[in-house]
T-cell receptor, first 113, second 115 residues
Framework: AQSVTQLDSHVSVSEGTPVLLRCNYS??????LFWYVQHPNKGLQLLLK??????LVKGINGFEAEFKKSETSFHLTKPSAHMSDAAEYFC???????????FGRGTSLIVHP | GAGVSQSPSNKVTEKGKDVELRCDPI?????LYWYRQSLGQGLEFLIY????????KSGLPSDRFSAERTGGSVSTLTIQRTQQEDSAVYLC?????????????FGPGTRLLVL
């Protein structure tokens, strides 16, 4: 069985300050982990993906995430928020060999000028 | 190249009517997923198609929901006798290969409102 918990439903930051979106997962097997972003009235877009290579994964738009097996976490960070980062972010866990990923409930990132 | 497209983008219907939602996946992608996204919720898996294999329908919430994929490409999700609780955004995604560890490419969704 696998599950994913996004610890914050909303995160509010000021433009230019760091972003931290938290994700914890549970998986019986070595997982693949994803972060997707959804801008208003758009589909989801892949930000980054972990598949057991480097534990620090760099994605698009300056985002990165670190896989920490001991903490079962895959938090998403960005050093400096931009207004265009305001969106919904989804953490996703997938077990290799399965074909149905598990999505978190999403974190809404609000960026204030 | 073209991404995943969905139509219509918005659909308003009356309770009890049937609706059809269409998804055109990326050419060459063998896997296709339908998800439902309700307000404030994550994505709820509905159905998965892989090539010519029998689909995994385990996520369909009731027998009012059905889907087909013709010729391994275009897919249609049909909701019969719509109810107000069916109101949601229906998202389609495709991936090049089978497996949940593959990157999924999402369409913009169909926003369904049942009055």
């Amino acid at each position: 069985a696998q599950s994913v918990t996004q610890l914050d439903s909303h995160v509010s930051v000021s433009e230019g300050t760091p972003v931290l979106l938290r994700c914890n997962y549970s998986s019986s097997y070595s997982p693949s982990l994803f972060w997707y972003v959804q801008h208003p009235n758009k589909g989801l877009q892949l930000l980054l993906k972990y598949t057991s290579a480097a534990t620090l994964v760099k994605g698009i738009n300056g985002f990165e995430a670190e896989f920490k097996k001991s903490e079962t976490s895959f938090h998403l960070t960005k050093p400096s928020a931009h207004m265009s980062d305001a969106a919904e972010y989804f953490c996703v866990v997938a077990r290799r060999g399965s074909y149905i990923p598990t999505f978190g409930r999403g974190t809404s990132l609000i960026v204030h000028p | 190249g073209a991404g995943v497209s969905q139509s219509p983008s918005n659909k308003v219907t009356e309770k009890g009517k049937d609706v059809e939602l269409r998804c055109d996946p990326i050419s060459g992608h063998t896997a296709l997923y339908w998800y439902r996204q309700s307000l404030g919720q994550g994505l709820e898996f509905l159905i998965y198609f892989q090539g010519n294999s029998a689909p995994d329908k385990s996520g369909l919430p009731s027998d009012r929901f059905s889907a087909e994929r013709t010729g391994g490409s275009v897919s249609t999700l049909t909701i019969q006798r719509t109810q107000q609780e069916d109101s949601a955004v229906y998202l389609c995604a495709s991936s090049f290969q089978r497996g949940a560890a593959e990157t999924q490419y999402f369409g913009p969704g169909t926003r369904l409102l049942v009055l």
